[in-house]
């Protein structure tokens, strides 16, 4: 099994009110590594004092776009001072996607991240959603993106939920990108066959906060609780190349909380061999 690692973005609320307190409850399950999203108003110095009193190791940020475009050298560096390393784009707002005016300069602009990413000892990775599978220039944006810079600046986070909803098989995407894969996103999810849900981006906290289901039935699911081939996924970022797995769920599953889907997650995948 690759070293697994846990999504903070997952106990987003447990974190806002007790940060020490949570990052303890999410050793105690067993997790040893972590992608951190956000600092939760404390200094990097601050922050890696609590991952270190509970036993946690940093191995990956995400950090938005356009706050590393204005403050690159001080944002970068912030989350290096973690311990990262990897540094994850890891959402494109409307105007910067490849359906918008920006994108190109987007590119040149990651390109410009990359550097100085590197510069740092680190790797600058990308994080996908489902709408860089819309055709840009006869392929898929994400394809695009990876194809106009090269792997030094920009190597992937596949998220293999969005991959799925996406239209696109996750292990044969993880698979595509060997050697470029890194970190990979295990997430799980459940919508009835054939139907893409409506209002999904609710339930990851871009919109307002919600409840668990979006309209048409989608819902985010532990790892191993909903319809993706986890093992395959695992096989196919073994082959890859991946140093650590991430376990996301962006809202917990209806009637549990984050935290117990968090050991739901890590307990089924412990199981596997």
């Not at 020490?20 to 200094?43: C, F, P, R, S």
């Not at 001072?81 to 920006?102: E, F, M, Q, W």
């Not at 919600?210 to 048409?216: E, P």
Request: proline share 5%; charged share 25%.
């Amino acid at each position: 099994m690759l070293p697994i690692g846990l999504q903070l973005y997952n106990v987003r609320d447990d974190m806002a009110k007790d940060l020490e307190g949570t990052l303890k409850k999410v050793a105690a399950i067993g997790y040893q590594y972590v992608e951190t999203a956000g600092l939760y108003g404390k200094k990097p110095e601050v922050f890696k004092a609590a991952l270190d009193k509970a036993g946690l190791t940093a191995v990956s940020a995400h950090v938005p776009y356009r706050d590393m475009v204005a403050d690159p050298e001080g944002l970068i560096g912030a989350h290096i001072a973690l311990g990262c390393k990897y540094i994850v784009i890891p959402y494109l707002h409307d105007d910067d996607r490849s359906t918008g005016p920006n994108y190109e300069w987007v590119k040149k602009s990651i390109a410009i991240l990359g550097e100085v990413v590197n510069s740092k000892k680190a790797i600058l990775l990308y994080h996908n959603h489902d709408f860089e599978f819309k055709k840009y220039r006869g392929k898929f944006a994400l394809d695009d993106l990876y194809d106009s810079l090269p792997k030094n600046l920009l190597q992937t986070e596949i998220d293999t939920c969005w991959a799925n909803v996406g239209g696109v098989n996750p292990s044969e995407y993880v698979l595509k990108y060997s050697g470029r894969a890194p970190v990979v996103h295990l997430k799980d999810f459940y919508l009835p066959k054939g139907i893409k849900g409506e209002n999904m981006y609710e339930l990851i906290g871009i919109a307002k906060e919600g409840g668990g289901k979006a309209k048409g039935g989608f819902e985010f699911r532990a790892v191993g609780d909903g319809v993706q081939d986890v093992p395959s996924i695992l096989e196919a970022s073994k082959k890859a190349g991946a140093k650590y797995v991430i376990v996301e769920q962006d809202r917990p599953t209806p009637g549990k909380t984050a935290l117990e889907c968090a050991k739901s997650s890590f307990d089924y995948l412990k199981k596997l061999k």
